[in-house]
């Protein structure tokens, strides 16, 4: 008896060891074929003035398909694959315009967008083909509200090879479903969250003057201004080389020629130098707002006047002074004279924009705004025109290394340091060069170039960028080096703009089975599970036991008739 109850209980184990075998091969039929991770950028996430804008949704669990597909076919549980160099910008117009249902865009930009990619040549060759679509996607998606999430990767071998096979599928009227099978995307991912508080932090330094003997007056001060963070379509992704990377590098190669005439009193100027790295520059300059407030009345008064720089790396023969104060203005002319005098002697041109402020439209195009708000003389230098629209030209996804033009950003640089040294040591309209090339104050490529590659690899769009960033710590050391009485100033970003986190996910692309492949691999474990019970119910407890359990159980009804029969028949017999 022991002996038989032994092998039941190893039948029963075995039983229980194949259910167990069979629910995890179901279990992982969609997921074994695992294909390949990528990293992800997830298009920005923002309101203005509680208006939704950008990806609303994070998460993500839909087949791949691409631009190939049938017309008239249901994408809301698709997430359509789009190569930037393909880019149908009718179909992401349709779709984004007519809110057409869709579970989710994946645009694949070039291998040469990544940061961390040095470029050539023809790299920047094969960047003009799309630059201009590119562009275009990026102002399409920044300002409409899109119910799906949205995201870039880079082209690579991995994802192309999946691309080709998602093509295939779609060309030949077989698109991935969960009949199909084919590819899924899965993005595990918790929703965006309100990021509370953001930091914005300024940055300010000082050279100081050196008085003449017995003055008692304030020396006056010229202000260098340059906002560093920037804002695009991928946040993770949004690094701004020369909008506005290149006015940073900029102010701190003039800062550090500076140094080098201040240190010694006899070459030091009679006007002091306020060097300014303001934040918040994309939302209408609003750091520089707050760093302004924080100025006293004499502070703001000794300012002659301030110069901002603003995408100054890549231009070709003209670069623009934006003024809001009338070019008839004294000290305007005096900057744009200034200005212009020293480019004609480097061999390029130097034109002036005139453009008035409302001081009752919050919105401010240019940094020299603030300025210009609290009646302190200040004028912009950039390479562009005309003012940008908010939130444009502000580091998106073309503005990258590749794009500076490092000849024409040495000769911005140029610019800047000779027309501030003659204005300060009275050398106007003398053809005299202070920072002349080969000499002991020449402009230093390598240090430019240097910080050129570190912001080119660093996003800095001011919500996702904590008081404490490396970054932020770099930026201040960095002027320490050169300037005195570095401090830093950090503010909570406010007015109309709410940012929502999750910028950058871990993409699992899975190679998936049909439906009707795990039925039938179902059917097939089933019925050899159903054999398998079988053959161990006859080898240990006999045939008569297997048809047992296949037996329709008697009722209770029945079992309480018989057994009253039994005890009629019982009580008879006694008699």
């Not at 580091?395 to 490092?406: K, Q």
């Not at 119910?537 to 036991?545: E, H, K, N, Q, S």
Request: net charge negative.
């Amino acid at each position: 008896m022991a002996h038989r109850k032994a092998r039941e209980r190893d039948m029963l184990d075995s039983v229980y060891s194949m259910l167990a075998l069979v629910f995890i091969l179901v279990a992982c039929v969609e997921l074994c074929d695992a294909a390949t991770v990528v990293d992800v950028y997830r298009l920005i996430q923002y309101d203005i003035s509680g208006v939704p804008f950008g990806s609303r949704l994070a998460s993500l669990n839909h087949h791949a398909g691409s631009l190939h597909f049938s017309p008239g076919a249901d994408l809301s549980r698709t997430v359509v694959m789009i190569p930037v160099r393909e880019l149908n910008i009718s179909f992401v117009t349709e779709y984004v315009s007519r809110k057409h249902p869709l579970g989710g865009m994946l645009f694949l930009l070039p291998e040469i967008f990544r940061l961390e990619n040095g470029g050539g040549g023809k790299d920047v060759r094969e960047k003009e083909v799309v630059k201009n679509v590119l562009l275009e996607l990026e102002k399409l998606l920044v300002h409409a509200k899109l119910p799906y999430p949205v995201y870039f990767a880079f082209e690579n071998d991995e994802i192309d090879a999946v691309l080709d096979d998602v093509k295939k599928n779609d060309a030949t009227g077989q698109p991935a479903t969960a009949t199909t099978g084919g590819y899924k995307l899965v993005i595990p991912i918790a929703e965006p969250k309100k990021v509370a508080s953001p930091t914005i932090t300024n940055i300010q330094g000082w050279l100081q003057g050196l008085k003449a003997d017995g003055d008692a007056n304030q020396l006056p001060t010229i202000a260098i201004v340059a906002s560093y963070d920037t804002f695009g379509a991928a946040p993770a992704l949004s690094v701004g080389s020369d909008s506005n990377g290149s006015g940073v590098v900029a102010l701190l190669e003039v800062a550090r020629l500076f140094s080098l005439l201040y240190s010694n009193p006899k070459t030091r100027g009679r006007y002091n130098i306020l060097f300014g790295l303001t934040s918040g520059g994309p939302y209408n300059y609003n750091g520089t707002h707050k760093w302004l407030r924080s100025f006293d009345q004499r502070l703001r008064e000794s300012i002659d006047y301030a110069i901002c720089l603003n995408s100054v790396g890549s231009w070709n023969n003209e670069l623009w002074i934006h003024v809001s104060k009338p070019p008839e203005n004294a000290y305007i002319k005096q900057i744009f004279e200034g200005f212009t005098n020293v480019a004609e002697e480097l061999g390029f041109k130097v034109g002036l924009k005139h453009k008035k402020i409302n001081i009752s439209n919050p919105r401010v195009a240019w940094e020299h705004e603030q300025f210009s708000r609290l009646r302190v003389t200040a004028a912009t230098l950039s390479e562009l025109s005309a003012a940008p629209e908010l939130l444009e030209s502000t580091g998106g996804l073309l503005d990258s290394r590749h794009f500076v033009d490092e000849t024409s950003f040495i000769r911005s640089v140029q610019l800047v340091a000779e027309s501030l040294a003659r204005h300060i040591y009275g050398y106007q309209g003398k053809n005299i060069q202070i920072f002349a090339d080969n000499s002991s104050l020449a402009v230093n490529p390598s240090y430019i170039r240097s910080w050129l590659d570190l912001l080119s690899q660093t996003p800095r769009v001011a919500p996702f960028i904590s008081k404490n960033d490396p970054f932020i710590m770099a930026l201040k050391k960095e002027l320490a080096d050169h300037t005195d009485e570095v401090i830093m100033q950090h503010e909570v970003l406010d007015g109309m703009f709410t940012f929502y986190d999750s910028t950058k996910a871990s993409l699992n692309i899975y190679q998936v089975a049909s439906v009707t492949f795990d039925l039938l691999l179902l059917l097939v474990l089933g019925s050899y599970l159903i054999v398998l019970f079988s053959f161990l119910v006859i080898t240990t407890r006999g045939l008569d036991d297997l048809i047992s359990l296949f037996r329709r159980p008697p009722s209770r009804k029945v079992e309480v008739s018989q057994e009253k029969l039994a005890n009629d028949n019982y009580e008879c017999v006694m008699v």
